[in-house]
C-alpha cells in the first residue's frame, strides 16, 4: 500500500466506484477506493490531497444509511461529490434532500450557470449531455452552495462551494453517457485540486521495487508460480527487478498446456530475462490421474489438487523459500472494502489457489494496487513481449476442459492442433485484441463424413469466440463467414481425427464462455 495517496474515493457502494478510479488514473494521477466505514484518522495518515465521495444506492436519510463522519467535508481539502456524495453533502450541511416525484435514470441535459471551476472548461449557457442515476433530489443546498448547472427536472444538478473548492454532481461525470465528463474530472483533479499528473508505469516500477525490497528483507528466497499468463509474468519480472536471483519461479507442465507454451516460457523467463525457472514436467501424472474422468468438476479437482501436491513437492526443494508472489489484482482487493462488508475471502489467484494457507509462506503481491489494463503498461514498460502482454485468459485447468471426454494424449494432440489454426487465423485476421478469447473445444461426439473416395467416422471440432469486458457476461463474436470458412478448411484438412467443425452461437449467460 502506498504511504500517501494524492486522491482517496470513500466509496458508498455505487456500482461506478470502480470506474471512478479508473477514471482518476487515466489522468495519470494515483488514487485509492476507501470504504465509508474507514475512520477519518485513518484516512488523514494517508495524506490525501483531495477526496471523491462516491454515488451509492442508499438514501441519505434512511435508517441504514452507510455512515459518513461529516469531519471529512471540514479538513480544507478539495472535495468531489458524485450521486450520493453530493447528497451527503447536503443532507450532512443543513440543506434538503427529498424523493424525487420520479426515478431519473438516463440521458440528461444540463445547462452551464457557471463556468467555475469543475466546469471551468466549459461556457456560461452552454448544455452539456450527463447521465442520471438517482432516485433522491437535492431540494436546497447548505449555505455558501451555489448551483453552477441545472437540468429540467434538477436545479441543484451541479453545486459549488467555490471558497473551500467543494464540488458536487447529481450526474456520473466518469460514466461512458457523460461525454464530457472526463474535462470536468480533469478540472478537478489540475485546477481545483493543484495534482499533477505523475504517476507513470515507470514511476510505479520504481516504487514497487523499493516495496517489495523492504517486505523481503536481505534474505530469504521468494517463490512464484509462473503460469506464462500476464499476471504471473509481470509479478515476476518486478520481483525479479527487486531481488533477482532469490526468485525461484516455479513452472508446472500439466501436459495440459497449448501448442509450444512451455518452450515460450522457458524462453522468456529462462532465455531473455535471466530468471530461475524450476520446469517441473508433471504431464504424465497429471494424465495417469485423468484416466478415465469424464465429469468436468471431477477433472478440475484432480487437476487443482496435482498442482498443489507437485508445486509444494517442488517448493520444498528451495532452500529458505518464505515468501510466496501472487498474482492479486486491484479489482479483487476493492471486493473487500466494500461499505457492504468484506467478502468472505478475497479472490485468491486461480493457478494457486490453496497453496499460501497450506505451506505457511508469506504473500507478496506487487499487482495489488493495478487494474488489469495498468499491469499491461507496466509489463510493457519492463520490455514484456506484447504477446504475452495480449495473450488471452487460459483457464489453469487448461485443455483438460476444452477435451470433453476423457483425456488422453491422442486427443489432446488433435485439441492442440486445431487450437494452433484457431490462434493463427485469429491472429491474422487483426481480430485477437477485440475479443476476449478465442479457441478450439474438441466434442466426444463422432459424425460420418467422406474424404477423397473413403468414409470417415471421426471427431468434431467446436469454435467458441466470444466478446467480454470481464469474462462475467459475453456474447459470441459474430467472427466474419470468410474467416469461419478458413478455419473450418483448414482444420478438417490439417488436423487428422477431425471430420466436422461447428461454431458455438451460445452467450454467457445461459451458458459459460469454457464447455466444462
Ligand atoms: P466461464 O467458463 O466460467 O469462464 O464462463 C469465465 C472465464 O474464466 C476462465 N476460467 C478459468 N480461469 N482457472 C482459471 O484461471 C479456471 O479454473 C477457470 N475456469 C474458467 C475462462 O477461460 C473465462 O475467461
Given at each position: 500500500m502506498a504511504a500517501s495517496v494524492p486522491v482517496l474515493i470513500v466509496d458508498f457502494g455505487s456500482q461506478y466506484t470502480q470506474l471512478i478510479?479508473?477514471?482518476?488514473?487515466?489522468?495519470?494521477?494515483?488514487?485509492?477506493?476507501?470504504?465509508?466505514?474507514?475512520?477519518?484518522?485513518?484516512?488523514?495518515?494517508?495524506?490525501?490531497?483531495?477526496?471523491?465521495?462516491?454515488?451509492?444506492?442508499?438514501?441519505?436519510y434512511a435508517e441504514d444509511a452507510p455512515p459518513f463522519d461529516p469531519a471529512l467535508l471540514e479538513l480544507g481539502l478539495p472535495t468531489l461529490g458524485i450521486c450520493y456524495g453530493v447528497q451527503l453533502m447536503a443532507h450532512?450541511?443543513?440543506?434538503?434532500?427529498?424523493?424525487?416525484?420520479?426515478?431519473?435514470?438516463?440521458?440528461?441535459?444540463?445547462?452551464?450557470?457557471?463556468?467555475v471551476g469543475v466546469f471551468a472548461p466549459f461556457a456560461a449557457g452552454e448544455s452539456l449531455q450527463v447521465w442520471m442515476s438517482h432516485g433522491d433530489r437535492i431540494e436546497a443546498m447548505p449555505e455558501g452552495f451555489v448551483p453552477i448547472g441545472?437540468?429540467?427536472?434538477?436545479?441543484?444538478?451541479?453545486?459549488?462551494?467555490?471558497?473551500?473548492?467543494?464540488?458536487?454532481?447529481?450526474?456520473?461525470?466518469?460514466v461512458y453517457h457523460t461525454p464530457r465528463g472526463h474535462e470536468m474530472l480533469r478540472a478537478f483533479l489540475f485546477d481545483v485540486a493543484g495534482l499533477t499528473p505523475d504517476w507513470t508505469p515507470g514511476q510505479f516500477v520504481d516504487q514497487?521495487?523499493?516495496?517489495?525490497?523492504?517486505?523481503?528483507?536481505?534474505?530469504?528466497?521468494?517463490?512464484?508460480?509462473?503460469?506464462?499468463?500476464?499476471?504471473?509474468?509481470?509479478a515476476a519480472a518486478l520481483v525479479h527487478r527487486a531481488i533477482g536471483s532469490r526468485l525461484h519461479c516455479i513452472f508446472v507442465d500439466n501436459g495440459l498446456l497449448r501448442h509450444n507454451e512451455a518452450d515460450?516460457?522457458?524462453?522468456?523467463?529462462?532465455?531473455?530475462?535471466?530468471?530461475?525457472?524450476?520446469?517441473?514436467?508433471?504431464?504424465?501424472?497429471?494424465?495417469?490421474?485423468?484416466?478415465?474422468?469424464?465429469?468436468?468438476?471431477?477433472?478440475?479437482?484432480?487437476?487443482g489438487r496435482v498442482f498443489i501436491e507437485v508445486f509444494e513437492a517442488e517448493a520444498r526443494r528451495i532452500d529458505n523459500a518464505r515468501y510466496l508472489v501472487q498474482g492479486t489484482l486491484y479489482p479483487?482487493?476493492?471486493?473487500?472494502?466494500?461499505?457492504?462488508?468484506?467478502?468472505?475471502?478475497?479472490?485468491?489467484?486461480?493457478?494457486?489457489?490453496?497453496?499460501?494457507?497450506?505451506?505457511?509462506?508469506?504473500?507478496?503481491?506487487?499487482?495489488?494496487?493495478?487494474?488489469?489494463?495498468?499491469?499491461?503498461?507496466?509489463?510493457?514498460?519492463?520490455?514484456?513481449?506484447?504477446?504475452?502482454?495480449?495473450?488471452?485468459?487460459?483457464?489453469?485447468?487448461?485443455?483438460?476442459?476444452?477435451?470433453?471426454?476423457?483425456?488422453?494424449?491422442?486427443?489432446l494432440d488433435v485439441l492442440r492442433k486445431a487450437d494452433t489454426i484457431v490462434q493463427e487465423e485469429i491472429r491474422t485476421s487483426g481480430l485477437q485484441s477485440s475479443l476476449w478469447q478465442a479457441f478450439a473445444v474438441l466434442l466426444p461426439v463422432r459424425s460420418v463424413g467422406v474424404m477423397g473416395d473413403e468414409r470417415t467416422y471421426d471427431e468434431c471440432v467446436a469454435i467458441r469466440a466470444v466478446q467480454s469486458s470481464d469474462g462475467m457476461t459475453a456474447d459470441w463474436a459474430r467472427l466474419p463467414h470468410d474467416l469461419l470458412a478458413t478455419l473450418s478448411t483448414r482444420i478438417i484438412n490439417e488436423v487428422k481425427g477431425v471430420n466436422r467443425v461447428v461454431y458455438d452461437i451460445s452467450s454467457k449467460p445461459p451458458a459459460t464462455i469454457e464447455w466444462e
Open positions: 478510479a479508473r477514471r482518476i488514473r487515466e489522468n495519470r494521477v494515483y488514487c485509492e477506493i476507501v470504504s465509508c466505514t474507514t475512520p477519518t484518522e485513518q484516512i488523514l495518515a494517508r495524506q490525501p490531497r483531495a477526496i471523491v465521495l462516491s454515488g451509492g444506492p442508499s438514501s441519505v450532512r450541511g443543513g440543506g434538503r434532500v427529498a424523493r424525487a416525484a420520479r426515478r431519473e435514470y438516463g440521458p440528461a441535459e444540463v445547462k452551464v450557470e457557471r463556468p441545472s437540468s429540467a427536472n434538477t436545479p441543484f444538478c451541479a453545486v459549488a462551494c467555490v471558497e473551500r473548492k467543494i464540488y458536487g454532481f447529481q450526474f456520473h461525470p466518469e514497487a521495487m523499493a516495496s517489495i525490497q523492504q517486505r523481503v528483507g536481505a534474505t530469504g528466497t521468494v517463490i512464484c508460480g509462473l503460469s506464462g499468463g500476464v499476471d504471473s509474468s509481470v515460450e516460457v522457458l524462453r522468456l523467463f529462462r532465455g531473455r530475462m535471466d530468471i530461475t525457472v524450476h520446469h517441473v514436467n508433471a504431464a504424465a501424472r497429471f494424465l495417469d490421474e485423468l484416466k478415465g474422468i469424464v465429469d468436468p468438476e471431477q477433472k478440475r479437482k484432480i487437476i479483487d482487493v476493492i471486493e473487500s472494502v466494500s461499505f457492504k462488508g468484506p467478502s468472505a475471502v478475497i479472490k485468491s489467484h486461480h493457478n494457486v489457489g490453496g497453496l499460501p494457507e497450506k505451506m505457511h509462506l508469506a504473500l507478496v503481491e506487487p499487482l495489488r494496487e493495478l487494474f488489469k489494463d495498468e499491469v499491461r503498461e507496466v509489463g510493457a514498460q519492463m520490455g514484456l513481449p506484447h504477446d504475452i502482454l495480449w495473450r488471452h485468459p487460459f483457464p489453469g485447468p487448461g485443455l483438460a476442459i476444452r477435451c470433453l471426454g476423457e483425456v488422453t494424449e491422442p486427443r
